[in-house]
């Protein structure tokens, strides 16, 4: 450390800065103090030693003029022990001036990076404007062609389904529904039937002449065993006829001594000529020969 070259750095700071009296008279009387103990770094002096120096009554004046030099980063100060005085530090002014030029240098490197950063940036919003304009210039334009083709396609579409629509045939337009209806037995229900027999006839599953077959097998079951006859529109909305259809329907047996309608009642037979005499008042002959209903034998 050079004695003179500090005094002068120091003058020259005050120049710029501002420090009271006493604190720029303590800090010259420990730049002589460093100056005689050799520059060893620290140098021990206790408080009274630095008041007489400076001619100061009160310690809190030497006190404040210490903390405004470690305020003004031109000292370190160790506070010292029972038995051993406080320890001072002069921070060298060429000491100061590399960390400055230190300091100076990061700040000059951080406004570099903050400049290559923002010219980053700008490149960045650059491409992303290059990139927008190309998109509205070509993504857009293709992408509302496209819109407009599907509008147009859907309303295509749409015309084609309601002239379809209205194209569409009736409920009932199956030719062999009449055939099928002049079969059934039960003649109930024709609204249904037709809207069930549409149906199932345009569903492709079950051929009309199988529905019309089905028609003549249930009538000819119904006959043959008198059972109660289902509605028409259930006979193929319940699906009925599946056990009428032809390959699986049988023809049922007629029960042995089964009679119908009023053949079921049996015959007498009546003396005539009696029962006329007994109209006629024949007498006693005529009460003779009448049986009582009973018949001759």
Same mark, same amino acid.
């Given at each position: 450390?050079?004695?003179?070259?500090?005094?002068?750095?120091?003058?020259?700071?005050?120049?710029?800065?501002?420090?009271?009296?006493?604190?720029?008279?303590?800090? #010259?009387?420990?730049?002589?103090?460093?100056?005689?103990?050799?520059?060893?770094?620290?140098?021990?002096?206790?408080?009274?030693?630095?008041?007489?120096?400076?001619?100061?009554?009160?310690?809190?004046?030497?006190?404040?003029?210490?903390?405004?030099?470690?305020?003004?980063?031109?000292?370190?100060?160790? =506070?010292?022990?029972?038995?051993?005085?406080?320890?001072?530090?002069?921070?060298?002014?060429? @000491?100061?001036?590399?960390?400055?030029?230190?300091?100076?240098?990061?700040?000059?490197?951080?406004?570099?990076?903050?400049?290559?950063?923002?010219?980053?940036?700008?490149?960045?919003?650059?491409?992303? +404007?290059?990139?927008?304009?190309?998109?509205?210039?070509?993504?857009?334009?293709?992408?509302?062609?496209?819109?407009?083709?599907?509008?147009?396609?859907?309303?295509? #579409?749409?015309?084609?389904?309601?002239?379809? @629509?209205?194209?569409?045939?009736?409920?009932?337009?199956? @030719?062999?529904?009449?055939?099928?209806?002049?079969?059934?037995?039960?003649?109930?229900?024709?609204?249904?039937?037709?809207?069930?027999?549409?149906?199932?006839?345009?569903?492709?599953?079950?051929?009309?002449?199988?529905?019309?077959?089905?028609?003549?097998?249930?009538?000819?079951?119904?006959?043959?065993?008198?059972?109660?006859?289902?509605?028409? +529109?259930?006979?193929?909305?319940?699906?009925?006829?599946?056990?009428?259809?032809?390959?699986?329907?049988?023809?049922?047996?007629?029960?042995?001594?089964? =009679?119908?309608?009023?053949?079921?009642?049996?015959?007498?037979? #009546?003396?005539?000529?009696?029962?006329?005499?007994?109209?006629?008042?024949?007498?006693?002959?005529?009460?003779? +020969?009448?049986?009582?209903?009973?018949?001759?034998?």
């Amino acid at each position: 450390m050079n004695y003179l070259s500090e005094i002068l750095a120091f003058e020259q700071w005050l120049e710029t800065h501002y420090l009271p009296v006493p604190v720029q008279l303590l800090w #010259y009387k420990l730049m002589y103090l460093c100056n005689r103990s050799g520059w060893s770094g620290w140098m021990t002096v206790d408080n009274l030693r630095l008041m007489a120096a400076m001619q100061m009554r009160r310690e809190a004046t030497l006190i404040k003029a210490r903390d405004e030099l470690i305020k003004a980063g031109l000292i370190e100060y160790r =506070k010292g022990r029972k038995g051993s005085p406080n320890s001072y530090h002069i921070i060298p002014f060429a @000491e100061r001036n590399t960390f400055r030029s230190g300091a100076e240098s990061v700040v000059k490197e951080k406004n570099t990076f903050r400049s290559e950063a923002e010219s980053v940036v700008k490149e960045k919003n650059t491409f992303k +404007n290059a990139v927008q304009n190309r998109v509205q210039k070509e993504a857009y334009p293709a992408a509302e062609n496209g819109a407009q083709k599907a509008a147009e396609g859907a309303d295509i #579409y749409k015309q084609n389904r309601n002239g379809n @629509e209205t194209k569409t045939p009736p409920l009932s337009p199956a @030719e062999t529904f009449c055939a099928f209806w002049e079969h059934f037995p039960n003649k109930q229900r024709r609204c249904l039937a037709e809207q069930a027999y549409c149906r199932l006839a345009a569903s492709g599953e079950i051929p009309e002449a199988d529905l019309v077959k089905c028609a003549q097998n249930y009538a000819e079951y119904v006959r043959l065993t008198g059972k109660k006859m289902c509605f028409p +529109n259930n006979f193929l909305e319940n699906r009925v006829f599946e056990d009428y259809l032809p390959g699986k329907y049988r023809k049922p047996d007629k029960k042995p001594g089964q =009679k119908q309608g009023f053949t079921n009642f049996g015959q007498r037979e #009546y003396d005539y000529e009696a029962l006329e005499m007994q109209l006629l008042g024949g007498g006693a002959k005529g009460n003779e +020969n009448w049986t009582g209903g009973r018949g001759r034998e």
